[in-house]
T-cell receptor, first 114, second 114 residues
């Protein structure tokens, strides 16, 4: 069975600082990996996704993530955080075919200090 | 392009009252559809998913039910709400061909049961 771990429940950074949110997955084959962002009271918005190929994936809003098979990780990064990035971030792993039910991590809450 | 709608955006209901939440998708046909719930401070819990009209799979036994009367409509219902049904309800649909599946989420419905 697949699983996703986001080890940090909360992360606090200063505006303008760099950001890295951690995500570790467990899956028997090549995973499909996703990062979503959720602002308060909103639905989840897809930031980026990885299926295959280049292990460094560029997303929207200046985010990127790197797939590291040897570490079973898919960490999300941003070089300079803006106050508007404060939100909940979810990592997910999926497998193709069938009914397609991805597994989500518990989320990491990002707090941005001015 | 595809869009997903949820109605209503916010709902306050007394314990024991019925519930009906609606999700509609535009711009696609025969999508996989999903209902998730987020309780306060917790991650995503998959409630139901549907691969077609009249086809519903339940992930968690509870007093909620789902129906799919039309190809692009997914309804979440309850005959008698419990306090524990309070939460944020998200509808999602699956996009992409096999091997490139991605979930996209609606704006959500905030339900408060008093």
């Amino acid at each position: 069975a697949q699983s996703v771990t986001q080890p940090d429940i909360h992360i606090t950074v200063s505006e303008g600082a760099s950001l890295e949110l951690r995500c570790n997955y467990s899956y028997g084959a090549t995973p499909y990996l996703f990062w979503y962002v959720q602002s308060p009271g909103q639905g989840l918005q897809l930031l980026l996704k990885y299926f295959s190929g280049d292990t460094l994936v560029q997303g929207i809003k200046g985010f990127e993530a790197e797939f590291k098979r040897s570490q079973s990780s898919f960490n999300l990064r941003k070089p300079s955080v803006h106050w508007s990035d404060a939100a909940e971030y979810f990592c997910a792993v999926g497998a193709g075919g069938g009914s397609y039910i991805p597994t989500f991590g518990r989320g990491t809450s990002l707090i941005v200090h001015p | 392009s595809q869009t997903i709608h949820q109605w209503p955006a916010t709902l306050v209901q007394p314990v024991g009252s019925p519930l009906s939440l609606e999700c509609t998708v535009e711009g696609t046909s025969n999508p996989n559809l999903y209902w998730y719930r987020q309780a306060a401070g917790r991650g995503l819990q998959l409630l139901f998913y549907s691969v077609g009209i009249g086809q519903i799979s339940s992930e968690v036994p509870q007093n909620l039910s789902a129906s799919r009367p039309q190809d692009r409509q997914f309804i979440l219902s309850s005959k008698k709400l419990l306090l524990s049904d309070s939460g944020f309800y998200l509808c999602a649909w699956r996009a992409g061909q096999a091997g490139r599946e991605t979930q996209y989420f609606g704006p959500g419905t905030r339900l408060l049961v008093l």
